[in-house]
C-alpha cells in the first residue's frame, strides 16, 4: 500500500526557515516524479516544485531562489527546504506522488505557519 | 502559457449524474490532465490521469461512478448516481516540462 507522511511544519517567523520532511512506504521515491504543493487558506491547490526520478528539479516562480527539493534515497524521503520564509508562505503543504507517470498519490500535509 | 480554467461552482441532485469541465490553454490541447478531488476538512484524492483521446486510468478504490472524457481542449469528470459524499471541490491538473499547473477548482454540491 502506497503512503505518504509528511512533517515538519511549524510556527515560523518571517524570514526563518523550515524543512519539511515526506516518509514513503509502497513504492521507491527516487523511481518516480515527486512534487510539493501548497494550499492556502481558503484557497487552491498551488504547486510549489518537482523533482524528477533523474534528478532534475524546477520551482514555481513565488518560491524560486527560497525553496529547495531534494530526496533521500535510502531513507525513502523526500524533503523541501524553505528559506526566507514569507507570510504568504502560510499554507498546508501536501508530498505528492505525480501522476504523470502512473498513478498519483497524495500526503495528508502538513501546516506552515509564518507569522511574528 | 499552460492554464487550465475550470468553472468555480456546480450543483446537481442526489442520484442524478454531472459533468465537470477543465479547459486548456490555447495550444494544449493534447496535454493530459489529472482529476483530484477534496473533500471539506480534508487533503486531496487522486481521482484518474485523463488522456487526450479520452483514455484514463484511475487511482487506487475510486468507483465506477468516476469517469472521464475529452474533446479537444476539454477535459470532462462525469460523476453518475450522486452520492452526498461527492460534495467536495474538484481540481484538474497538468505538466509541462518544468511546471505543473493546477486549475482553480470547481465546488460540487450536491443537492
Known amino acids: 500500500e502506497v503512503q505518504l507522511v509528511e512533517s515538519g511544519g511549524d510556527l515560523v517567523q518571517p524570514g526563518g526557515s523550515l524543512r519539511l520532511s515526506c516518509a514513503a512506504s509502497?513504492?521507491?521515491?527516487?523511481?518516480?516524479?515527486m512534487s510539493w504543493v501548497r494550499q492556502a487558506p481558503g484557497k487552491g491547490l498551488e504547486w510549489v516544485s518537482v523533482i524528477y526520478s533523474v534528478g532534475s528539479t524546477y520551482y514555481a516562480d513565488s518560491v524560486k531562489g527560497r525553496f529547495t527539493i531534494s530526496r533521500h534515497n535510502s531513507k525513502n524521503t523526500l524533503y523541501l527546504q524553505m528559506n526566507s520564509l514569507r507570510p504568504e508562505d502560510t499554507a498546508v503543504y501536501y508530498c505528492?506522488?505525480?501522476?504523470?507517470?502512473?498513478?498519483?498519490?497524495w500526503g495528508q500535509g502538513t501546516l506552515v505557519t509564518v507569522s511574528s | 502559457q499552460l492554464v487550465l480554467t475550470q468553472s468555480p461552482s456546480a450543483s446537481a441532485s442526489l442520484g442524478a449524474s454531472v459533468n465537470l469541465t477543465c479547459t486548456l490553454s490555447?495550444?494544449?490541447?493534447?496535454?493530459?490532465i489529472a482529476w483530484h478531488q477534496q473533500q471539506p476538512e480534508k487533503g486531496p484524492r487522486y481521482l484518474m490521469k485523463?488522456?487526450?483521446?479520452?483514455?484514463?486510468s484511475k487511482g487506487d478504490g475510486i468507483p465506477d461512478r468516476f469517469s472521464g472524457s475529452s474533446s479537444g481542449a476539454e477535459r470532462y469528470l462525469t460523476i453518475s448516481s450522486l452520492q452526498s459524499e461527492d460534495e467536495a471541490d474538484y481540481y484538474c491538473q497538468t505538466w509541462g516540462t518544468d511546471i505543473r499547473v493546477f486549475g482553480g477548482g470547481t465546488k460540487l454540491t450536491v443537492l
Open positions: 490555447s495550444g494544449h490541447s493534447s496535454y493530459a
Open positions: 509502497g513504492f521507491t521515491v527516487s523511481s518516480k516524479y
Open positions: 485523463l488522456n487526450s483521446d479520452g483514455s484514463h
Open positions: 505528492a506522488r505525480d501522476p504523470n507517470y502512473g498513478a498519483g498519490y
